[in-house]
């Protein structure tokens, strides 16, 4: 029996039949092996910036881009692929509203510093609404993948098992996980109050610097709830099928229905999650109040 996927999470009319969803997860993963084969021997030394320092792009960025954009042309002829370094291709969605959202290297930062918190996101949205998922980490081994009403899944290096969400009940006893735009030094709404009011009210707060990343450890029931801003579609569309899928919650950060490419997030076992909407509701009206005061 699978996982019942989030109510949050919207799912398209029209959208791929369960057996054509497992054909294209199958050519998602196949594709995030093949790149993440080639950047688990990288030792990336030359990084290039992007427009801030903070956000930076390395050649292995755009190789492993080039690698998936390949493979999944391949292996699911005709749906667009949208990545984050090569961008779109021209006409929009397949039919049916099919499209790739890839995210080649998500945490960067990380891999540039050889920090093995990094992975590979490959998003399949459909309408405009995220169906289907797999996110690898190369350089620890392992593999999510997740599929609209199929359940969630992962091999950590002792075989297949299926996720689950924690079931923590109260946020005074949660892990939290979040994130921060690259442009925080000079964006007012930089997430620098929310956090500091999580901190004080939350069991504890972790920053890893992979937005794919925290959404599968939420997934798999380390994290308790992860919540984020300034998003794009490749780094949560992967993710929040995994959530989804593993029994989790998962919303805007108003408590509203889940769009990839809504810019926002947030993603809990279900449990906390109103406590999470309610206590960020609080933490962005006093930085308001702050801002204007």
């Known amino acids: 029996m699978s996982a019942p996927s989030s109510p949050d999470v919207e799912v398209a009319p029209g959208s791929p039949s369960d057996t054509e969803l497992d054909?294209?997860?199958?050519?998602?993963?196949?594709?995030?092996?093949?790149?993440?084969?080639?950047?688990?021997?990288?030792?990336?030394?030359?990084?290039?910036t992007k427009?801030?320092?903070?956000?930076?792009?390395?050649?292995?960025?755009?190789?492993?881009?080039?690698?998936?954009?390949?493979?999944?042309?391949?292996?699911?002829p005709g749906i667009p692929f949208h990545g984050?370094?090569?961008g779109g291709e021209p006409g929009g969605a397949a039919a049916g509203g099919l499209r790739w959202v890839v995210d080649p290297i998500d945490g960067t930062v990380n891999f540039s510093h050889g920090l093995p918190l990094w992975t590979v996101s490959i998003g399949l949205?459909?309408?405009?609404?995220?169906?289907?998922?797999?996110?690898?980490?190369?350089?620890?081994?392992?593999?999510?993948?997740?599929?609209?009403?199929?359940?969630?899944w992962a091999d950590l290096g002792a075989g297949t098992e299926r996720l689950a969400v924690s079931t923590t009940a109260r946020l005074a006893q949660a892990m939290l996980v979040s994130g921060f735009p690259y442009d925080l030094a000079t964006r007012a709404d930089n997430n620098f109050a929310q956090w500091e009011h999580f901190q004080r009210i939350a069991g504890a707060c972790r920053r890893l610097g992979s937005a794919s990343l925290d959404l599968c450890m939420v997934a798999r029931g380390w994290f308790d709830g992860y919540w984020e801003r300034?998003?794009?579609?490749?780094?949560?569309?992967?993710?929040?099928?995994?959530?989804?899928?593993?029994?989790?919650r998962v919303t805007d950060t108003r408590g509203g229905r889940f769009h990839p490419g809504g810019g926002e997030v947030v993603a809990t076992n279900g449990a906390i999650h109103e406590e999470v909407l309610a206590e960020l509701a609080v933490a962005d009206a006093g930085a308001q109040s702050r801002t204007h005061g």
């Open 125 to 152: 949205e459909a309408a405009g609404a995220a169906v289907a998922g797999v996110v690898v980490a190369p350089a620890l081994g392992w593999t999510f993948w997740a599929r609209r009403g199929g359940g969630a």
């Open 84 to 86: 984050e370094e090569g």
């Open 23 to 48: 054909e294209l997860l199958e050519a998602a993963r196949d594709a995030a092996r093949a790149a993440s084969r080639v950047l688990a021997s990288a030792r990336p030394e030359a990084v290039r």
């Open 51 to 76: 427009s801030n320092p903070r956000d930076l792009v390395t050649e292995w960025d755009l190789r492993s881009e080039e690698i998936l954009r390949a493979r999944l042309a391949q292996r699911a």
């Open 230 to 248: 300034h998003l794009m579609a490749w780094d949560v569309a992967a993710g929040a099928v995994l959530v989804a899928e593993a029994g989790g």
